[in-house]
């Protein structure tokens, strides 16, 4: 993979001309104060070679890609046992949508739509405070990683708090339905902090790296999942990743994948590497605009695809 660094400098040079595309999430007000004029990538191969362009080490609000984490976190504390909670299909909805809930009972249909995603925190929070849930989470990211560096952004936490309605309506809903075992504020509080999780690509990319290669990141040998979840959580991400986007994501990409509003998009190449990018102009659905285009440049460029060659 010698040529992995030009490739990825060679997307670079297509991007830079586009640079600003997309529009910034607004309804975050701390998201709203983000240059879009940024993109970085970072790729960490499961062999540990990391390759970088950009803005590859400028932290940014993480924001949905964090429930890939704490995807992983819940199904390793209940197993199996989550799926009661929380469903497996692609929703075909705006990542905040709140209509599917009455139709379905309280139970939102994947964990990595916004109503998911506030299940799996409720069920991370068994036996809990939420403060520390949310020090379990940033543990296991800094863990995954390998680097203490990571923060969770406050302010973000903060104006998610304060702005934050469509959430406490899914949330009320589904306390409503019994679907959450805690006061809506209290799972609030540790879902929106761990959306404000403050990563680099890079740091990003070495966190999902278990992903790739088949549970355990070969970089720092720790076994994070077994290699079934593993390709599960893969499944997951590459149906029910971008919301509404996922078909297209899986057409133009053909990788698994997680966006955040906050402009970044992980992705898995299985068994041969981790890839994040970031850049924070949005498409219609809520996934950053140059973070996909770039994604398709390389899984072009590279031939990777869980789809064939
Ligand atoms: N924190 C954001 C929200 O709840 C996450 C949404 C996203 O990244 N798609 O609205």
Redesign the pocket.
Known sequence: MADLQATLDSIYADIQPRIGEGKVAD??PELAKVDPKQFGMAIVTVDGKVYRVGDADTAFSI??ISKVFMLTLALGKVGEGLWKRVGREPSGSA??SIVQLEHESGIPRNPFI?AGAIAVSDVVMAGHAPREAIGELLRFVRYLADDESITIDDKVARS?TQT?Y??FALANFMRAYRNLDHPVDHVLGV??HQ?ALSMTCEQLARAGLFLAARGSNPTTGHSVVSPKRARRINALMLTCGH?DGSGDFAYHVGLPGK????GGIFAVAPGIASIAVWSPGLNKV?NSQLGAAALEMLAARTGWSVFGD
């Open positions: 309804y975050i924001q949905s990542f905040n916004n998610e934050g469509r959430n879902y929106f959306c919301y966006s955040g509003v906050g809520g």
